[in-house]
């Protein structure tokens, strides 16, 4: 297989964080964007969508003003946190929580 060198800038945290948890699952950097570059060709795009965030997000998707997108988001809180004092769902912070 013929290979080419490929270069990046990339957050050097982030980069950190990734090389430890790709060692976890026994990969290196490299073949993560292996990985990735496999995808893109198989999918013809990203393997993930690509979206805007916010009310940029909501705007483009759903033709959402910033008022609608607040006001659904606290009808949400709302709906959520009558629904804890119930008891008929939890908050959960972590993976562990779930266990």
């Known amino acids: 297989m013929a290979t080419t060198l490929l270069r990046a800038r990339v957050d050097r945290r982030q980069a950190a964080a990734a090389k430890k948890i790709l060692a976890g699952l026994g990969l290196k950097p490299g073949d993560a964007v292996g990985m990735l570059l496999a995808q893109v060709v198989a999918h013809r795009g990203l393997p993930f969508p690509v979206q805007e965030e916010g009310y940029a997000y909501a705007r483009a998707e759903y033709g959402l003003t910033p008022r609608e997108v607040d006001a659904a988001e606290s009808r949400i809180v709302q ?21």
């Open 79 to 99: 709906s959520m946190d009558k629904a804890r004092k119930s008891g008929s769902v939890r908050r959960v912070n972590s993976a562990d929580d779930l266990r």
